[in-house]
């Protein structure tokens, strides 16, 4: 049976869809975005304290940016934001055909390419959405298509294995991933829940190489073995919508989970109101760095 942990109320930001969060070790604190609300946060465990930037769109990641600043990917693409004035650099778009899509989730993969997909903004839409890639040269590369709604991607130890999520498809899926390209190939499952426990949304990886998936609909964010496909530990949440974990703190053993409260009734928000809150957990393992935008 795998081991069940039990989360606590960190941040009660009660974001409309909180998602994205990664921890910037050099300055100690967390970045998240609110996508619906169009804003990005800076949270600081230690001073309790939370900054919100105003980015004027839908924004679906963010990730730190090795020469200063932060990169987004927005509505409109991808961007560039200082987070001390807050200014917005408009940096590529490669779906400005496409008004009805907007960028989702994404991270850096260890050679510091920033990597982001798509999806439709209608919530029936199926496909749509693509995978892109934004090299250190600024130049953008479409690296997977029919995508419904992009989500969780972590790169294995040895950087050979890119693990990625689209959402409808209840799977994490292995791509083979060549390092010194940026190429991928040959997706295959890893993990498969078709019973549930929700959908598979945000995912990040641990020292042990193992993966930590949040369920959306499913009051959870689950541990599994990518070899084995065995779920290995489970972290219960009190909000139904969770969105994305990342490890975190001084030591990268405080396991940080967004969550969001967009479309729930009067009546589900009555029962969860922390919905759209920043939880935390501690379940023994610690995580990686953060990889950087090389850019």
């Known amino acids: 049976m795998p081991q069940t942990h039990q989360a606590e109320l960190l941040l009660d930001a009660r974001a409309l869809l909180g998602e994205g969060p990664i921890w910037d070790a050099r300055s100690q604190t967390l970045y998240w975005v609110d996508i619906s609300g169009?804003?990005?946060?800076?949270?600081?465990?230690?001073a309790g304290s939370d900054r919100a930037i105003d980015v004027g769109q839908p924004v679906g990641t963010?990730?730190?940016r090795r020469s200063g600043g932060v990169m987004l990917a927005l509505r409109d693409g991808f961007a560039a934001l200082d987070l001390e004035s807050g200014k917005l650099t408009l940096i590529a778009d490669p779906e400005a055909h496409l008004p009805g899509n907007r960028f989702n989730d994404g991270k850096c993969d260890p050679a510091g390419r920033f990597w982001a997909g798509t999806m439709r903004q209608a919530e029936d839409a199926k496909g749509g959405g693509s995978l892109y890639r934004l090299d250190p040269d600024?130049?953008?590369?479409?690296?997977?298509?029919?995508?419904?709604?992009?989500?969780?991607?972590?790169?294995?130890?040895?950087?050979?294995?890119?693990y990625y999520i689209d959402t409808p498809t209840l799977m994490v899926v292995a791509f083979e991933h060549h390092i010194e390209t940026g190429a991928i190939a040959n997706p295959r499952p890893v993990v498969h829940t078709p019973d549930g426990p929700g959908s598979p949304d945000g995912m990040t990886i641990d020292a042990e190489g193992m993966l930590w998936v949040a369920y959306w609909g499913g009051w959870r964010v689950v541990r599994w073995n990518p070899h084995t496909g065995e779920a290995l530990a489970v972290i219960e949440l009190p909000v139904e919508r969770v969105t994305a974990p990342w490890f975190g703190g001084p030591n990268l053993d405080e396991l940080y989970i967004t969550s969001?409260?967009?479309?729930?009734?009067?009546?589900?928000?009555?029962?969860?109101?922390?919905?759209g809150s920043i939880f935390v957990a501690r379940p023994g393992v610690r995580g990686l760095p953060a990889f950087e935008f090389a850019g």
């Open 138 to 162: 600024l130049s953008v590369h479409k690296m997977w298509g029919d995508i419904t709604v992009a989500n969780g991607i972590a790169w294995s130890h040895d950087a050979r294995t890119m």
């Open 38 to 46: 169009c804003a990005v946060h800076i949270f600081d465990p230690a």
């Open 62 to 64: 963010i990730v730190p």
């Open 260 to 275: 969001a409260r967009v479309g729930l009734s009067d009546e589900a928000l009555a029962k969860q109101p922390h919905a």
